[in-house]
């Protein structure tokens, strides 16, 4: 993640937090911030974190595993479709074969869907941004 990089940058080049804020000109928590994660610089200061620790901007940002992270979400996002197209189907078929004129079946459809969502926000980190 980009916050490790940071960091990892910041003390091979043996700065503080303190002494790359000013050179960024931010505060020592916005450095302790992206640090941890916990925001992420903006476009003119990644530029300027590029200059300072004089690499790359793909290089800073870690392109490659980007990548990676995103290729992973988009898996487990097709599978997770696969599992609610199933889902849907399987209960279609239940509905109609054993009630066709019933919706007492609509409820463990909405509760199985609602599962499968859940299950897909947290495996790709995405539940948190619900509330944050």
Excluded: C
């Amino acid at each position: 993640m980009l916050g490790n990089r940071l960091k990892e940058l910041r003390i091979s080049h043996q700065l503080t937090q303190e002494e790359l804020a000013k050179q960024l000109y931010v505060t020592r928590q916005t450095i302790s911030n992206w640090e941890n994660n916990k925001g992420q610089p903006e476009l003119e200061n990644i530029i300027l974190l590029s200059e300072v620790f004089q690499v790359s901007i793909n290089e800073l940002l870690n392109q490659e595993n980007f990548q990676k992270q995103t290729s992973k979400k988009i898996e487990v996002g097709k599978r997770a479709m696969l599992i609610l197209i199933a889902w849907s189907v399987i209960m279609l078929v239940v509905q109609l074969i054993l009630h066709p004129y019933s919706m007492q079946y609509i409820l463990l459809y909405s509760l199985g869907g609602l599962f499968i969502v859940t299950d897909y926000l947290r495996r790709t980190k995405r539940i948190a941004n619900l509330y944050g």
